[in-house]
């Protein structure tokens, strides 16, 4: 049930989001605690800002309401998918290419589960890195999470 109603959400949030001028980047339908949260994350080339998220999440909210589409309380969270967006979906690395991501693995490689490299390829599901001027890869099932990475001392550094 929860599978089909994060479907059918996606589905809704992805044609508002275009309305909007935006993309959806991910959904998430979870229990949290006593709650259950959807959660929305839209993004447009260039960054969105809080004023666009807060009306994709109006729209998103009476469309919600308008489809009768979750029967129970919950709640809804629209935002941005933050500077340290989590990667998931092949789009998600193409769209990176080039830049520092963090990936974290099931079991260890050379004494880590965490490292950090710049996002050469991403092909049949392997993720192709280079650390340190050395090439890396993972196959995506044994890594547990990806995310782009954000340095705040490199980021300052550039202003």
Same mark, same amino acid.
């Given at each position: 049930?929860?599978?089909?109603?994060?479907?059918?959400?996606?589905?809704?949030?992805?044609?508002?989001?275009?309305?909007?001028?935006?993309?959806?980047?991910?959904?998430?339908?979870?229990?949290?605690?006593?709650?259950?949260?959807?959660?929305?994350?839209?993004?447009?080339?260039?960054?969105?800002?809080?004023?666009?998220?807060?009306?994709?999440?109006?729209?998103?909210?009476?469309?919600?309401?308008?489809?009768?589409?979750?029967?129970?309380?919950?709640?809804?969270?629209?935002?941005?998918? *933050?500077?340290?967006? #989590?990667?998931?979906?092949?789009?998600? $690395?193409?769209? @990176?290419? =080039?830049?520092?991501? !963090?990936? /974290?693995?099931?079991?260890?490689?050379?004494?880590?589960?965490?490292?950090? *490299?710049?996002?050469? #390829?991403?092909?049949?599901?392997?993720? $192709?890195?280079? @650390?340190? =001027?050395?090439?890396? !890869?993972? /196959?995506?099932?044994?890594?547990?999470?990806?995310?782009?990475?954000?340095?705040?001392?490199?980021?300052?550094?550039?202003?």
């Amino acid at each position: 049930m929860a599978k089909n109603i994060l479907t059918s959400a996606t589905e809704l949030a992805q044609k508002i989001a275009a309305e909007n001028g935006c993309y959806l980047y991910d959904a998430e339908y979870q229990k949290e605690g006593k709650n259950q949260v959807l959660r929305i994350y839209v993004d447009k080339d260039g960054g969105i800002n809080i004023d666009e998220c807060e009306t994709v999440s109006r729209n998103i909210s009476e469309a919600l309401d308008q489809e009768n589409l979750i029967q129970t309380a919950y709640h809804l969270e629209v935002s941005s998918p *933050g500077a340290e967006r #989590k990667l998931s979906k092949e789009w998600h $690395f193409e769209k @990176v290419l =080039g830049k520092k991501i !963090e990936v /974290s693995l099931y079991a260890p490689v050379d004494g880590t589960k965490n490292v950090i *490299g710049t996002l050469e #390829k991403f092909e049949n599901n392997i993720i $192709f890195l280079s @650390v340190n =001027g050395n090439p890396m !890869e993972f /196959s995506k099932d044994k890594v547990a999470s990806s995310k782009l990475y954000f340095d705040i001392t490199e980021a300052l550094k550039t202003k």
